[in-house]
């Protein structure tokens, strides 16, 4: 799946582990589009590869975060069982959002065939 919004940053580390780093920052007007990448990374891992847990406990886990202009932290979270992100409601300014996802070598390996670098 190509994605638009959502540009990952892949680093890896010796032990094998993996992390992603995107950033997006849009007007309210894409807000949504935008949302529908997270869903569609989150959603592709959770069915994947389970649910999320720390390194030691599990292939991959993820932090999302939402800051609204100016420099205001908004409430985001995402649904495991509806496959839906949920966000403070009224946004009206510019909403950057930040997705990372780590895991083992074999979350790395499927996220980059799945979601692969645009040119």
């Not at 997270?38 to 592709?44: H, M, N, P």
């Given at each position: 799946?190509?994605?638009?919004?959502l540009?990952?940053?892949?680093?890896?580390?010796?032990?094998?582990?993996c992390?992603?780093?995107?950033?997006?920052?849009?007007?309210?007007?894409?807000?949504?589009?935008?949302l529908?990448?997270?869903?569609?990374?989150?959603?592709?891992a959770?069915?994947?590869?389970?649910?999320p847990?720390d390194?030691?406990?599990?292939?991959?886990?993820?932090?999302?975060?939402?800051?609204?202009?100016?420099d205001?932290a908004?409430?985001i979270?995402?649904?495991?069982?509806?496959?839906?992100?949920?966000?403070?409601p009224g946004?009206?300014?510019?909403?950057?959002?930040?997705?990372t996802?780590g895991?083992s070598?074999?979350?790395?390996?499927?996220?980059?065939?799945?979601?692969?670098?645009?040119d």
């Open positions: 799946m190509q994605l638009a919004y540009l990952f940053d892949a680093s890896d580390e010796e032990t094998g582990a992390s992603f780093d995107a950033m997006a920052s849009v007007l309210p007007d894409r807000l949504p589009a935008l529908r990448e997270v869903e569609a990374v989150l959603g592709w959770y069915r994947r590869f389970g649910p847990a390194a030691e406990e599990g292939e991959w886990d993820f932090a999302l975060q939402a800051v609204g202009e100016p205001v908004l409430a979270t995402y649904d495991f069982e509806s496959e839906r992100v949920s966000m403070a946004v009206r300014d510019r909403v950057r959002i930040t997705l996802l895991g070598y074999a979350f790395g390996e499927a996220f980059r065939e799945a979601f692969p670098e645009s």
